[in-house]
């Protein structure tokens, strides 16, 4: 029964509200106090607060005009973006030293965007950003067609070089006909006088032949003595007319073969040098030395502001740090009411 009446009632621990509101009641002079603290406080920040200016411009990124008309950008705005940000991280003990919003929009602006107490630092710092951009990019435009020229160069060149090496060895291969044709015109016009040697005393034995015939038709004896003996006289003459006309055809296609490869070998003097494979690479350097021209003679757009820079001012925003007092001022006023009655409470439990 006495343990029945020992226990507590499950709203012994509740919030008494009631209680509360009494207590902050009694203690409204130390709220208000607290408000009033906070809100002075707030008033005099705002009105001491220095205005702000958000300073802005736009650049247009620089680009080269293609023989076709089309545009190429000489850097793309996401690693121009990424290098400003890595150069305002790495520099800020230097003139970038500010931070700056930058972002990009119709794939070759960027807008910059820089907030500071001061106009004058303002335009410093995006006149100083925009000069840097200028410099970046001639030294990009400046090794890219550098680089580019080196390629073509190197290329045009090895065309060159295969072009000397196909002339060369076509070359040698005519000197190589050349040489044969030379020396089978040279066995060709040695072989003349001996077959005109041995017409000639083909033909001198036929004289004689044809005398000791003559004689022998006046010697009917005789000629019946030679005529029973073979070859026959006339036999030996005939063949030999057969041996000087074969002799004279040898002779007339000698001198036909040597006369073709006479005009063979004119030919082979005053060939030019070309093949398919000539002609290929000749026209491929001739079109790496037009785009080598246009490299040259290319027009570079730089980049530039397409907007002069603005200024625009960002007021303190005093009604919202005072209401930002008034409210801090009346929780910090409540936190210390309930401070003092806890502090009161624990000495009397003491007590």
Do not use: C, W
């Amino acid at each position: 029964m006495a343990q029945n009446l020992t226990q507590h009632s499950p709203y012994d621990d509740e919030i008494d509200l009631l209680e509360i509101f009494k207590i902050l009641i009694e203690s409204k002079k130390l709220i208000i106090s607290s408000i009033l603290i906070f809100t002075i406080a707030s008033i005099i920040y705002s009105l001491s607060s220095k205005p702000l200016f958000l300073t802005s411009t736009k650049l247009e990124i620089g680009y080269y005009v293609m023989p076709d008309g089309n545009q190429k950008l000489i850097e793309k705005p996401s690693n121009l973006i990424s290098d400003l940000k890595v150069l305002i991280m790495k520099n800020s003990n230097n003139k970038f030293n500010q931070q700056m919003s930058i972002n990009s929009f119709e794939g070759k602006v960027i807008n910059l965007e820089t907030t500071s107490n001061s106009v004058e630092q303002n335009e410093d710092f995006l006149n100083e950003v925009i000069s840097y951009i200028y410099g970046r990019h001639s030294k990009l435009s400046s090794l890219n067609t550098d680089q580019k020229k080196d390629q073509i160069s190197n290329e045009i060149e090895t065309i060159e070089s295969e072009v000397s090496f196909i002339k060369a060895k076509q070359l040698n291969s005519n000197q190589l006909k050349k040489s044969k044709i030379e020396d089978r015109i040279s066995k060709l016009k040695s072989d003349l006088p001996i077959i005109d040697l041995e017409i000639s005393q083909f033909e001198k034995v036929i004289i004689e032949d044809t005398n000791n015939l003559s004689l022998l038709k006046r010697n009917e004896e005789m000629q019946r003595e030679r005529a029973s003996s073979s070859p026959t006289l006339e036999q030996i003459i005939f063949s030999y007319k057969s041996e000087i006309n074969d002799l004279n055809a040898k002779k007339f296609a000698n001198i036909l073969e040597t006369k073709s490869l006479n005009n063979q070998l004119t030919t082979l003097e005053n060939i030019n040098l070309q093949s398919d494979e000539l002609f290929s690479l000749e026209q491929e350097r001739k079109i790496l030395e037009n785009q080598l021209v246009i490299l040259t003679n290319q027009n570079t757009i730089q980049s530039s502001p397409i907007a002069d820079i603005e200024t625009s001012t960002i007021k303190p925003k005093n009604q919202l740090i005072i209401f930002l007092g008034i409210i801090i001022g009346l929780i910090t006023g409540i936190l210390l009411v309930f401070i003092r009655n806890f502090i009161k409470s624990f000495r009397e439990s003491e007590a």
